[in-house]
């Protein structure tokens, strides 16, 4: 009697481009973020050069994330991980390194620790009552994703996060501080300068299709600014603030059809 046939493999789940993508932009934030953080507290000779180099990482950085996040979530949960450790191990090892080379200037800053309010989600803005800062809200339907926030402050125990998302639009908003970048015009404006000039490199060696609208960095407003468009799907801006104790917010948001959040980089309002 012939065997029966094989029952076939049940079909893997969907792959969401806007999940992937919100995951890539959490990754791509983080990096900069904390190498903004880095190259306030230790003297880089060349900071435009090192922007540019942590711009290259963070979109190396992404992308891998971006591949982690279709792994699991079309069901690769093992490979998913075995990528994921890998790519941690890499990255503490170059947490490690920095805090190595520069242990002195890392325990200074931190007797300047970054205040500890959660930003105020009322009457259409998000509020910081301590900086005085407020950013016009982001709107209902993008839900606080405190989960993501928390991975990101994990990671850089220094910084402050708050991400806002539509997961299934692929819509996100971050808000993110980090202590000193704002100090000094050079540290301010040439590693801002040099990761946008990097990320947009590092996109074209990746065959990743980037189309860049705008960029601006202003010392005298404390303000730098990027609009870049991925592969015609992904609208992505910075949007950096220098704050007047040194400290820099950084603004960044992303959805996936049109520029949406242009009008809360213009409504941002500074002390």
Do not use: C
Request: hydrophobic letters at 50%; zero cysteines.
């Amino acid at each position: 009697m012939p065997e029966p046939f094989a029952r076939p493999l049940p079909p893997r789940p969907p792959f969401r481009w806007g999940r992937g993508a919100l995951h890539a932009l959490l990754a791509l934030g983080l990096v900069v973020l904390a190498f903004a953080a880095v190259a306030a507290l230790v003297p880089v000779a060349d900071p435009r050069r090192f922007g540019e180099g942590v711009g290259r990482f963070s979109v190396f950085v992404a992308l891998i994330v971006l591949g982690i996040s279709w792994l699991a979530q079309t069901g690769r949960k093992l490979a998913a991980w075995l990528v994921g450790g890998l790519l941690f191990v890499t990255l503490a090892g170059v947490g490690v390194l920095i805090a190595v080379v520069a242990p002195k200037r890392i325990a200074e800053s931190r007797s300047r620790p970054l205040p500890t309010e959660d930003l105020l989600r009322a009457e259409g803005a998000l509020r910081h009552a301590s900086l005085g800062f407020s950013i016009p809200d982001p709107g209902a339907s993008l839900e606080p994703q405190p989960a993501l926030a928390q991975q990101i402050i994990t990671a850089e125990p220094e910084a402050r996060a708050w991400v806002y998302g539509d997961l299934l639009a692929g819509e996100v908003v971050l808000v993110m501080l980090t202590a000193e970048t704002a100090s000094t015009e050079t540290t301010f404006t040439e590693f801002f300068e040099g990761t946008v000039a990097g990320q947009t490199a590092a996109m074209g060696n990746a065959s990743v299709s980037s189309d860049e609208r705008e960029r601006s960095i202003d010392w005298s407003t404390r303000r730098a600014h990027t609009y870049v468009v991925i592969d015609g799907m992904l609208h992505q801006r910075i949007d950096a603030f220098g704050l007047p104790g040194g400290e820099t917010m950084v603004l960044v948001s992303a959805a996936p059809t049109t520029e949406r959040f242009a009008a809360l980089a213009a409504g941002v309002r500074m002390p």
